[in-house]
């Protein structure tokens, strides 16, 4: 597997995106910039809870905090700049805010549009590539679970997972069919590897796929197409699902298969230290039912992408990235010349 390179220059390394939300894309984004300038993450804006819930209920914008964990993420400010953005107010009616929210909060204040406001942010932390919302329409995520069962907000699905204790049957935008932000259309089509996840499944990268213009963009674009899986199922989304029940989750909330045929597991021991408490939360590590997946069209590549220290069971960002890299290496032939690339079948 590849070593952890310096930094490329702008304009070099192939050309990324990545779609999810959460703090897996952010994760994977900050191994992926030390190989590639050339990144674009596409962010769900389903999000209403937390701080950017409050903003979202008291100021009309967006939900800032996915897209800001991005930008920070990709960022090359000055150490202090990263540290103020990180910064979470703890005290008074700001009590668990960040700054970074804050201040995405003022500039979408004076900005004609919240994507030209992230867009001026970028540029404040100077970050690798770019970062975009999905969509600028103004969505809510609903929930439908198999006991018929629905619940509007994304932050109300875990609650209502737990009460009901059944597994979701599907999930939607309210309103249905929002339109994709053109830039994000773009940049798939132009894309040498698109990357799906890791993250939640129904909030953080299942919600992207059901604005209007994704999906058949992916499907038209001719770069490699991969989604990387959890580690681990997730209290109130995916508790007891194999690696083929995520994979026909996507597929079947994207309109049918075929949306990418790679999918990148952890092969990696996980410490049985760490598992106690996600067994107690009813989570546990996902289960890689290799055969199902070739039946939906997948094929399943593990590597040890896990990190090694921090208490918690998540991927390793340089590992994650090196993988992704060594991957769409293999896959994928460059066209002397032109600096671009074709998937190889």
Do not use: W
Request: aromatic content about 4%; proline content about 6%.
């Amino acid at each position: 597997m590849q070593e952890a390179r310096k930094r490329p220059s702008p304009g070099r390394g192939p050309r990324i995106v990545a779609i999810g939300g959460g703090t897996g894309l952010s994760t994977m984004l900050r191994g992926l910039k030390e190989y590639t300038a050339n990144l674009t993450a596409i962010v769900t804006v389903a999000d209403d809870g937390g701080g950017s819930g409050v903003l979202r209920q008291e100021l009309g914008m967006l939900p800032p905090g996915d897209i800001r964990n991005c930008m920070e993420a990709l960022a090359n400010a000055e150490p202090l700049m990263r540290e103020l953005m990180h910064y979470r107010f703890t005290e008074g009616s700001l009590a668990g805010q960040s700054f970074g929210n804050l201040f995405l909060a003022a500039l979408n204040g004076i900005s004609p549009s919240f994507d030209t406001a992230v867009a001026r942010m970028s540029q404040v932390l100077a970050i690798t590539g770019q970062v975009l919302p999905v969509t600028t329409a103004d969505v809510q995520l609903e929930a439908e679970l198999e006991n018929g069962a629905r619940v509007v907000g994304e932050s109300k699905i875990f609650y209502c997972k737990k009460r009901e204790d059944c597994r979701i049957r599907r999930v939607r935008l309210l309103p249905e069919h929002p339109k994709a932000l053109p830039g994000a259309l773009e940049a798939i089509a132009r894309a040498d590897m698109i990357v799906f996840g890791p993250g939640s499944l129904y909030t953080s990268i299942i919600p992207n796929l059901l604005v209007d213009g994704i999906v058949d963009a992916v499907r038209s674009a001719r770069g490699l197409k991969v989604y990387v899986a959890n580690v681990m199922t997730q209290e109130g989304e995916t508790e007891g699902y194999t690696l083929s029940d995520h994979i026909r989750a996507i597929f079947q909330h994207a309109g049918g298969g075929g949306l990418f045929d790679l999918c990148l597991v952890n092969e990696a021991p996980i410490p049985p230290e760490l598992l106690a408490p996600y067994a107690r939360e009813g989570a546990e590590p996902l289960q890689v039912d290799e055969s199902a997946c070739r039946s939906l069209g997948v094929e399943v590549i593990a590597r040890p992408v896990l990190a090694a220290s921090g208490g918690l069971v998540r991927h390793d960002p340089d590992r994650l990235a090196a993988a992704l890299l060594e991957i769409q290496g293999q896959r994928s032939v460059r066209i002397a010349g032109s600096g671009d690339y074709r998937v190889e079948t």
